[in-house]
């Protein structure tokens, strides 16, 4: 099994089982990258990466939230999901990479459109204003 099959598995079952934040955790390594589609600078560390994927996580989880599409290559897997939010049609990408001992090392987000990623942005705003 390819690390990025095990590690995809792994992630697809943290998207079904509630968003347990000990489980993201322990799928971080401690130098891992989070890009935003809204932020341009990457955001390093797992507790950075952990903050942004948690909250998008709730922000974007669960209702009509579903992954329509995934192409793996070795370390690597690309994810497309859609969602509607506040009545806005939100389609976008994950792409994850994990190390070989199965951790996330690199995520990024891209979405579309502009009005989706707008709204979102200012979800995961709120979201991770809270943590604060």
């Known amino acids: 099994m390819s690390v990025a099959r095990a590690g995809l598995d792994a992630w697809h079952a943290y998207m079904a089982g509630g968003e347990d934040a000990a489980t993201l955790r322990a799928m971080l390594a401690p130098d891992a990258v989070f890009h935003s589609p809204v932020v341009h600078t990457p955001q390093a560390g797992a507790e950075k990466v952990f903050a942004y994927l948690h909250a998008a996580a709730h922000v974007l989880g669960g209702g009509d939230f579903t992954y329509v599409r995934e192409l793996v290559d070795g370390d690597t897997a690309m994810l497309e ?52």
């Open 81 to 132: 999901f859609t969602r509607t939010v506040d009545g806005i049609h939100v389609n976008g990408v994950d792409i994850i990479r994990w190390g070989d001992d199965r951790k996330i090392i690199d995520f990024k987000v891209m979405m579309r459109p502009m009005q989706a990623m707008n709204k979102l942005w200012e979800l995961m705003a709120a979201r991770l204003a809270a943590r604060e």
